[in-house]
């Protein structure tokens, strides 16, 4: 093997270290201890039974998720019994507002935008427009891409202007599925731009189990202390569900 050869193969090997590692920070590597319909329990016989008796799943929204599962990375989807959950609950209190933060290719998105008026709004906030742009296609064809406004840029940048906009308050439900570490920050500007009333849900509240020993790294520690901190937060009634990667709903009082 000539030099350049070997001077090339030890930067590729570089380069797939670097990824796997960003890989560990941002996702818990154990994604087989949630309890989701696409990851963990797959194959498990209870999950079938509970999805062939209560899953009604638009057409539009089984094209997307099988859509979603061909992609390296479809453990980030919302389990679809969950977006289910949140999407019913949103009907409930007749939401017309709704910020979601952390989009991917957009299935509970396109759950929430089938769900509200035809006047209602969806802000998606993400960082990333190419896994968004997998679910344009399917929103189209639901006939609801006109109810959402997708922003490309720091989801805490969009929370910022909405604040600024004077939209405090306005908000009906709020979805929070995105890095770990601003999750504080994200309920606490998601907690001000929401009515009375209003409800948070908040993914990954169980981390693959990782919150059981939060010392090991920022993610998991971020996620634990906020599980705490709205646990003795007055402003909310909470329920933590083991749905999924566990969810936690924060009800504004």
Known sequence: MNKLA?????????????GVLI??????????????????????????YLLDHSLREHP??????????QEPRAFMMVACEQS????????????KKVIEIGVYTGYNLLNMALVIPEDGKVVGC????DYANI????????????????????????????LKAGEAGTFDFAFIDADKINYSEYYEKCLQLLRKGGIIALDNVLWGKRVLNPVKDPSTQSIHQLN?????DTRVNI????VGDGLTLAFKL
Not at 60 to 69: A, E
Not at 84 to 95: C, D, R, S, V, Y
Not at 139 to 160: G, N, Q, S
């Open 6 to 18: 070997i001077i090339g193969t030890a930067a590729l090997g570089v380069t797939f270290a670097a």
């Open 60 to 69: 539009v929204l089984t094209k997307l998720r099988m859509c979603t599962l």
């Open 126 to 129: 993400d960082i990333s427009e």
């Open 135 to 162: 679910g344009r296609p399917y929103w189209k064809e639901a006939e609801v891409e006109h109810k959402i406004d997708l922003r490309i840029k720091p989801a805490l940048e969009t929370l910022d202007e909405l």
């Open 23 to 48: 890989g560990r920070k941002c996702f818990p590597s154990d994604v087989g201890n949630t309890f989701k319909s696409h990851v963990g329990a797959k194959n498990d016989p209870l999950m079938k």
């Open 84 to 95: 289910q959950l949140m999407a019913n609950l949103a009907k409930l209190i007749k939401a």
């Open 239 to 242: 329920s933590m569900l083991t």
């Open 228 to 232: 705490e901190r709205i646990f003795r």
